[in-house]
């Protein structure tokens, strides 16, 4: 693995992600752990521990990818990062729609999930260059 690997950006940007979700979630479900918010029979908690589960494959997916030297299989793990971080959109989305007060953390969280997209598309080019050569 590349040594300077943590220090990108869409690699930062995950941790960031992560952060993120994981504080929604605190203020959310009253700062239960992800184990309770998933047998919580509140939809809320549910969605937000979802949010969280999601938020915590991105970073080791990077890492995977990274060390993937088959482009097929790296592709499909990659697929497995942008299925997570559309998951977790619409995650938000059906807090929104429960009524979910905190919306300016799930504004926060949509525009990083935003960022990280178009991270993650350039990052996954300029990689396929790289190990192609």
């Known amino acids: 693995m590349e040594s300077d690997f943590t220090q990108l950006k869409v690699y930062r940007k995950a941790q960031e992600i992560f952060k993120v979700s994981r504080a929604i ?13 998933g047998i919580s029979s509140n939809y809320n908690y549910h ?4 949010i969280v589960s999601d938020s915590l494959r991105l970073a080791p997916g990077l890492a995977v990818v990274q060390n993937t030297s088959n482009y ?3 592709l499909k793990r990659a697929n497995n990062i942008r299925k997570a971080a559309r998951r977790m959109l ?11 007060k905190e919306t300016e953390f799930l504004n926060l969280l949509k525009s990083e999930l935003q960022q990280f997209e178009n991270l993650f598309a350039d990052w996954l080019n300029n990689l396929h260059y790289k190990k192609d050569e």
Not at 47 to 50: C, I, S
Not at 90 to 100: A, D, H, I, P
């Open 72 to 74: 097929s299989l790296r």
């Open 47 to 50: 969605f937000a521990g979802e």
């Open 90 to 100: 619409s995650k938000c989305r059906k807090l929104e729609f429960n009524g979910v």
């Open 25 to 37: 979630a605190c203020i959310i479900s009253d700062n239960k752990n992800i184990m309770e918010m």
